[in-house]
């Protein structure tokens, strides 16, 4: 854990590990789905997980997919809708997903 203080001077706790663990999971997807994503768009993602801009990235995913009506595996699909629920990031990524053939 991190501790930093923000510009109002309260003091800001950030769990490292977690958005470790989340760069990284989406590390992983943008190598799985790369053969399904531009390469404009797998430069912008990942640009996007090294800022830690990991709600962002995750977003962008699925909606370039969905753009493209990329095709998902179960597992392709369970894995971003498992970081998207812990991310917490609402259900943005779900109704992208669901324009992607199985």
């Known amino acids: ?22 760069a990284g999971k989406l590390r992983g997807l943008l190598i799985r789905l790369s053969d399904r994503l ?10 996007f997980i090294d800022v830690n801009e990991l709600g962002l990235a995750l977003e962008q995913m699925a909606d370039v997919l969905s753009e493209d009506e990329q095709p998902l595996s179960a597992e392709e699909r369970s894995d971003m809708l498992a970081v998207a629920e812990q ?7 779900s109704r992208a997903l669901a324009s992607c053939p199985n």
């Open 38 to 47: 531009q390469r404009t768009d797998q430069i912008l993602i990942a640009e």
């Open 1 to 22: 854990m991190v501790v930093s203080t923000a510009s109002s001077g309260s003091i800001i706790r950030v769990d490292t590990a977690y958005y470790e663990d989340v």
């Open 87 to 93: 991310m917490d990031v609402g259900d943005r990524v």
